[in-house]
């Protein structure tokens, strides 16, 4: 009977689902500051399907923050966390402090979605959150082309898909993935 049990609660193991598989993501554990200085890190949001965007506030796809925050209202209640990063690595479009910025997005696009602190998404000062986005080891890997580069993670903490810049947040292809990984949760 002694024997019987470990090999018991093994089997139960495969059938249940592991709490803590998302939080075991590589992604969740780089240190992060919110738009306000605040430390933070992607753990927060463990479970969650996470749009990661880089933004800037004078592109010519700076609209695409109201496309955001529509979908962060329509699936926020459903698990969906749309997360903006600033960065100023494509034609100086993002110059401001980070003060700015957020003033800049509420104020604007009445930007409710979390925001975090300008970084660099390329270059030798690249942040550790893109080099674990683009790097040899991503799905996906590759260099962010421009502002408003797409990062779907599922809840499992895993890279699911890209989506270039001019692929529009309210696009067929970017709802239809989010809503393929939010049925999955």
């Given at each position: 009977m002694k024997r019987l049990l470990p090999s018991v609660v093994a089997a139960l193991a495969l059938f249940l689902p592991s709490a803590s598989k998302a939080e075991d993501s590589n992604l969740y554990s780089i240190p992060l500051k919110d738009i306000g200085g605040k430390a933070a890190t992607l753990k927060t949001y463990a479970g969650k399907v996470l749009l990661i965007v880089n933004v800037a506030s004078e592109c010519g796809n700076t609209p695409q923050y109201e496309e955001l925050e529509a979908l962060w209202r329509k699936y926020r209640d459903q698990g969906l966390v749309v997360l903006g990063f600033p960065s100023n690595d494509f034609g100086s479009q993002e110059p401001g402090t980070n003060e700015e910025i957020?003033?800049?997005?509420?104020?604007?696009?009445?930007?409710?979605?979390?925001?975090?602190?300008?970084?660099?998404?390329?270059?030798?000062?690249?942040?550790?959150?893109?080099?674990?986005?683009?790097?040899?080891?991503?799905?996906?890997?590759?260099?962010?082309?421009?502002?408003?580069?797409?990062?779907?993670?599922?809840?499992?903490?895993?890279?699911?898909?890209?989506?270039?810049?001019?692929?529009?947040?309210?696009?067929?292809?970017?709802?239809?993935a989010i809503e393929k990984l939010l049925t999955k949760k």
């Amino acid at each position: 009977m002694k024997r019987l049990l470990p090999s018991v609660v093994a089997a139960l193991a495969l059938f249940l689902p592991s709490a803590s598989k998302a939080e075991d993501s590589n992604l969740y554990s780089i240190p992060l500051k919110d738009i306000g200085g605040k430390a933070a890190t992607l753990k927060t949001y463990a479970g969650k399907v996470l749009l990661i965007v880089n933004v800037a506030s004078e592109c010519g796809n700076t609209p695409q923050y109201e496309e955001l925050e529509a979908l962060w209202r329509k699936y926020r209640d459903q698990g969906l966390v749309v997360l903006g990063f600033p960065s100023n690595d494509f034609g100086s479009q993002e110059p401001g402090t980070n003060e700015e910025i957020k003033r800049f997005c509420t104020s604007r696009y009445d930007v409710t979605f979390p925001l975090f602190e300008k970084i660099h998404v390329n270059g030798p000062e690249q942040h550790p959150l893109y080099t674990e986005l683009t790097g040899e080891k991503a799905p996906m890997p590759g260099p962010v082309r421009w502002n408003f580069g797409k990062f779907l993670v599922g809840p499992d903490g895993m890279i699911a898909a890209r989506f270039e810049p001019e692929v529009k947040p309210d696009s067929a292809e970017v709802i239809g993935a989010i809503e393929k990984l939010l049925t999955k949760k």
